[in-house]
């Protein structure tokens, strides 16, 4: 993971994806749906909701929008029901994808992204078949123009709250979590008053796939097609322009 700055990777097309405002707040409702299915509608005892809520706030959810969410998930209003699952299959070039998606079609959705696959140079693989490429960790992003502390103490503190790493560059402080910690690690840079610009748990390629020329732009097609698909919450892989 040294050297690599998932911040620098992914700030460009987040600009673009939050644009689509419409898909942004049913994204977002749906993890609320989600979190609050698995560990009940109330935040303060369930951190997933709370950090969920927090970052639905943060992009200018409505309020509604989220009582919304959460009343569906604890059964205060009639409304689909959603399944969380992951495809995984190969963009062009070899190069590993995963796609989480939350749908009340699963018929639907695969039909859909098996479309974008097929007409992008790729293909649906078997479950496992590329996930074992990947590490789940917990991500934070710092903006460094925001807080009030150097880097030598802003790692103790992210150390001793459980944070396996933190790398830094120019713009900003990126700390690596396990998953099992990343909500104290959160939690104890919150208590500090420090904003955090991202916060996340998520997937990190263990190598990547260098790709140039027409297959490149291929691949770029291919993720921008996944995302645009309502049923699509998040499309990781180890592509790299090379």
């Known amino acids: ?20 405002r419409g898909k942004l707040f049913m994204k977002m409702a749906k993890d609320i749906y989600v979190a609050a299915k698995e560990g009940g509608g109330d935040p303060e005892t369930n951190p997933q909701l709370r950090l969920m809520i927090d970052k639905a706030k943060a992009n200018n959810v409505p309020n ?23 495809y995984e299959g190969y963009g062009p ?38 996930s074992f490429m990947f590490d789940r960790k917990g991500y934070i992003v710092i903006d460094r123009s ?5 880097e030598e103490e802003l790692m103790l503190e992210a150390i001793e709250a459980g944070a396996e790493e933190m790398e830094t560059t120019e713009e900003a402080f990126e700390i690596y979590t396990d998953p099992e910690t990343f909500q104290d690690v959160r939690a104890a840079l919150k208590e500090q008053n420090i904003s955090l610009d991202s916060e996340e748990v998520t997937f990190f390629p263990q190598t990547y796939s260098q790709l140039d020329g027409e297959l490149a732009e291929q691949m770029e097609k291919l993720i921008d097609m996944l995302e645009d698909l309502e049923d699509v919450q998040e499309v990781y892989h180890n592509f790299q322009q090379a």
Do not use: P
């Open 1 to 20: 993971m040294a050297g690599h700055s998932k911040w620098a990777n992914i700030k460009h097309r987040k600009g673009a994806q939050d644009k689509k």
């Open 64 to 86: 509604e929008n989220i009582d919304r969410a959460i009343n569906k998930a604890t059964g205060g209003l009639d409304g689909a029901n959603y399944e969380e699952f992951t």
């Open 93 to 130: 070039g070899g190069a590993a994808v995963m796609v989480e998606v939350l749908t009340d079609n699963r018929n639907r959705t695969a039909s859909e992204v098996r479309h974008a696959f097929n007409k992008n140079g790729g293909n649906l693989g078997e479950n496992g078949c590329v």
């Open 146 to 150: 925001v807080v009030d502390m150097d």
